[in-house]
């Protein structure tokens, strides 16, 4: 008789299972994010979520704090500077977060927030990250002799931008949109105030 031996169990993580949940709910949205429909995409049984998580309340609440500190760490990241390069420092934060490669990042990124919409905890996650986000982006702006106040309106001019832009089709609107990006980079970036800074007014 042939000896057709048991393919061994698949082993998941907690991690495992909220990496799968992330991009379920890229895709789906908080409504698509089920436990059946995870187990599924994971090969695995119920019993295994059940190991790992109380319920899926317990799964919404990991993917959240993974998100927040994921979120979190890349815009220290990539809002650092060395001293004197603030200002190029802001232009990589436009490039870098309105560029099509961040469009996955994105995506998780409207989830994340449209879920915020309608439940507390999320947005008190969101509401989080968004404090840091514009706080960074603001010591940059400080740090290249842009007064408070208008360093407040530009980081949140910034990110008004990079998050209304994605939401958009406008490649038929410009024929050059490289340079559309790059003039309104300018019109973000540099300020009276910036430009007397850096000796290029």
Wanted: contains cysteine; aromatic residues 8%; proline residues 2%.
């Amino acid at each position: 008789m042939e000896n057709n031996p048991k393919k061994p169990r698949v082993q998941l993580d907690r991690e495992s299972w909220v990496t799968a949940a992330v991009e379920v709910l890229a895709e789906e949205g908080i409504a698509g994010l089920r436990v059946e429909v995870l187990a599924k995409r994971l090969k695995v049984t119920k019993g295994s979520f059940y190991w790992h998580f109380q319920d899926r309340r317990d799964l919404l609440l990991a993917i959240l704090h993974h998100w927040k500190e994921g979120r979190i760490r890349d815009i220290i990241k990539q809002t650092r500077a060395q001293p004197g390069k603030e200002l190029a420092q802001i232009y990589h934060v436009i490039d870098v977060y309105s560029a099509s490669r961040s469009r996955r990042g994105m995506m998780i990124e409207l989830a994340v927030r449209d879920w915020a919409r309608r439940d507390a905890e999320a947005a008190a996650i969101v509401a989080e990250v968004d404090d840091v986000r514009l706080r960074c982006a603001r010591d940059l702006f400080l740090a290249c002799g842009v007064p408070m106040e208008e360093a407040s309106s530009r980081c949140m001019l910034l990110y008004a931008y990079v998050f209304g832009v994605s939401l958009m089709i406008y490649e038929k609107f410009d024929s050059d949109v490289l340079r559309l990006k790059r003039d309104i980079a300018d019109l973000i970036a540099r300020s009276q105030s910036s430009a007397e800074a850096s000796g290029t007014a």
